[in-house]
């Protein structure tokens, strides 16, 4: 019988590194994509609340925590990173299983700044992009997310696909700001 | 250069892609007749000054806007929700 295993998108790749920054994997974490049905927005706000103690996101916003956290995804639509959806969000909204469908890394350090700021076009002065703050955004023309967790502490997403490009990029990004 | 998205904010021109001229929001009705099917598709004017474009944020929150802009000063003087101005009529 063949055994299957399952390899996330960066394994192999991370972590790194480069002088005062990390690059790590994050996950495997269960994220799915939440988009209200029309006219249903304050109903499935209601629902994520009390099922999982998470506030709707505003645009640009992130709310939540480590393990039960909703990332502003783009417009009408959330998504939920962490726990398994419950069943009552699906009534009011159309549900998709993201889990597999992205690299996800986290930036840390002082300096992580310095290298995104190389990669995309983000305003990322800290009293622009704050904690909190996330952002649909361009990296090295890749469709990202980007959230910044903590004062140094950076999540990036971008389709799995890209996994080895992001990485590299990153990488590039790293040991310049390193060599400054 | 810079469009500033009703939903995202102020971003750069990298995170958007250009659709060209905003026919799209006056479409003939289907039975209209040859000239404005042939004038919708084709006919663009190329004006220096004011324009109005359509944009797409699509590495951003994946809107479709309106851009009104100045082709000679390349100022931006408004930005809206392509949904918006369906919904308006
Ligand atoms: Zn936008």
Redesign the interface.
């Known amino acids: 019988m063949i055994d299957l295993v399952a390899k996330s998108p960066c394994a192999d790749l991370l972590p790194l590194d480069i002088g005062t920054v990390t690059l790590t994997e994050v996950g495997p974490e269960r994220m799915t994509s939440l988009a209200p049905y029309r006219g249903r927005e304050a109903a499935l706000a209601t629902v994520l609340k009390q099922a999982h103690g998470v506030t709707w996101p505003a645009p640009n916003r992130a709310t939540g925590r480590d393990g039960a956290r909703a990332l502003w995804f783009g417009q009408r639509m959330a998504l939920l990173v962490g726990p398994a959806p419950d069943a009552r969000l699906a009534a009011e909204a159309a549900l998709s299983d993201q889990s597999d469908a992205w690299a996800v890394v986290t930036l840390t350090g002082p300096g992580a700044r310095d290298v995104l700021a190389r990669l995309t076009p983000l305003d990322l002065r800290p009293d622009r992009f704050k904690r909190g703050h996330t952002a649909r955004s361009d990296l090295r023309h890749m469709m990202a997310s980007i959230t910044r967790l903590g004062a140094d502490r950076y999540r990036i997403m971008v389709f799995r696909g890209f996994a080895e490009t992001l990485v590299h990029d990153l990488r590039a990004a790293m040991e310049r700001v390193a060599a400054r | 250069m810079r469009i500033t998205c009703p939903?995202?904010?102020?971003?750069?021109r990298?995170?958007f892609y250009y659709m060209g001229a905003a026919v799209a929001l006056d479409r003939p009705v289907p039975e209209a007749d040859a000239a404005a099917w042939n004038a919708y598709i084709h006919e663009r004017d190329n004006p220096a000054g004011l324009t109005r474009d359509l944009w797409y944020h699509?590495?951003?929150?994946?809107?479709w806007l309106v851009v009104t802009r100045d082709t000679i000063s390349h100022e931006v003087h408004g930005v809206t929700l392509a949904s918006d101005m369906r919904a308006g009529g």
């Open positions: 939903i995202c904010g102020a971003r750069d990298r995170e699509e590495a951003g929150c994946g809107a």
